[in-house]
C-alpha cells in the first residue's frame, strides 16, 4: 500500500483512534481481523486515506503482535504483561507498530499520538506509563539504526 503521509493530522487522529476500537474488540472477541476491522470502519464511517492508513497500522499490529507484546514485556520489566491495563497494552501494541512497521509516521508523532490516546481514553498515569514504555522501545529499536 502507498504511504499515506499527506493525511491531515486530525483525520490521522481519528483513523488511530478507530484502530484503538477495532483492536479492542479483536482482542475481546478473538473473532477474524478483517472481519472485525470492517465491522468497526463501517460503523464509525471511516474511508479514504484515513482508511487505508487506519488498515495499514490495524493490519501491521495483529501481524506483527508476537513481536510488538514481546517488547512490551520487556520495556516492563518490573511488570507482567497480564497487569497492563487492556486499553493500555492496545494504545502500547498501536504506538510500537507506528514505530517499527509504519516508516512515514515520525517516531515523535508516533509515540506522541499514543500518549494522547492514552490521555483519552485511559488516565493521566497511564500516559506517563506509555510514554516511558515507547521512549524504551525507541531507544531499544529505532535509535540504534539511526
Known amino acids: 500500500m502507498a504511504p499515506t503521509k499527506g493525511i491531515p493530522g486530525r483525520k490521522r487522529h481519528r483513523a488511530r483512534v478507530i484502530v484503538l476500537s477495532a483492536l ?11 472481519e472485525v476491522f470492517s465491522s ?10 484515513a482508511a487505508i492508513f487506519a488498515e495499514r497500522l490495524f493490519t501491521a499490529t495483529v501481524t506483527h503482535a508476537a513481536e510488538i507484546d514481546r517488547l512490551i514485556g520487556k520495556a516492563t ?3 507482567t504483561f497480564e497487569r497492563i491495563a487492556f ?6 501494541r498501536l504506538g ?8 512515514d509516521t515520525p517516531p515523535k508523532a508516533a509515540i ?6 492514552a490521555r483519552e481514553y485511559s488516565s493521566e ?3 506517563k506509563f506509555v510514554n516511558g514504555i515507547l521512549d524504551a522501545v525507541y531507544h531499544e529499536t529505532l535509535s540504534k539504526r539511526e
Do not use: F, H, M
Open 24 to 34: 479492542y474488540a479483536y482482542y475481546s472477541t478473538g473473532r477474524d481481523p478483517q
Open 40 to 49: 468497526v470502519c463501517k460503523k464509525e464511517k471511516l474511508a479514504g486515506e
Open 77 to 79: 520489566a518490573n511488570w
Open 87 to 92: 486499553v493500555d497494552k492496545n494504545i502500547l
Open 96 to 103: 510500537i507498530t507506528e514505530l517499527l512497521y509504519l516508516p
Open 112 to 117: 506522541n499520538e499514543a500518549i494522547e490516546l
Open 125 to 127: 498515569q497511564s500516559s
